[in-house]
């Protein structure tokens, strides 16, 4: 998903405590500059404020971080000569979401138990449509006798 013009996430929406992975194709990838790295932090204050180098790849620059609990991510982009993309001195600022505790699973909800449950109750209300699929088709020839069975050759 492209957010800003040259950055690209590969999620839809920033949430908190999760892993995002940030491509950059913008001025110093199209200068063809060897090393870029991202400086970001997160929340109008720029907490957590830290640097990592990016990988180059045929897609733009690119590296994984983790988000941490915060309104907001800010960054902004230098290269090995400390020249810097900084969104024309605005910074790259993009809200993050927080998911609310109720709707994540918790693990202990998901164990071994219950998936063999599900295919024993599966197995059984299959077994119990064709029993009742037989029953509707085959019950009406016998009671009128017209059930006959398969002549063999």
Not at 17 to 22: A, E, Q
Not at 110 to 136: D, E, T
């Amino acid at each position: 998903m492209e957010l800003t013009k040259n950055i690209f996430f590969n999620t839809d929406k920033l949430t908190a405590n999760s892993t995002v992975k940030i491509s950059y194709t913008g001025k110093f990838f199209q200068d063809s500059s060897s090393d870029v790295y991202i400086h970001y932090g997160f929340g109008s204050n720029w907490e957590g404020l830290n640097e990592l180098k990016m990988e180059k790849t045929e897609l733009g620059f690119q590296t994984e971080l983790v988000l941490l609990d915060s309104e907001s991510l800010c960054f902004c982009f230098k290269n090995g000569n400390d020249e810097w993309d900084n969104n024309d001195g605005n910074n790259y600022i993009f809200p993050i979401e927080h998911v609310e505790v109720a709707l994540v699973p918790q693990e202990d909800v998901f164990n071994l138990a219950a998936p063999r449950k599900l295919r024993k109750s599966y197995l059984i209300s299959k077994k119990i449509r064709i029993a009742i699929y037989k029953i509707i088709r085959y019950l009406p020839k016998l009671v009128s006798g017209n059930y006959k069975k398969k002549a063999e050759k």
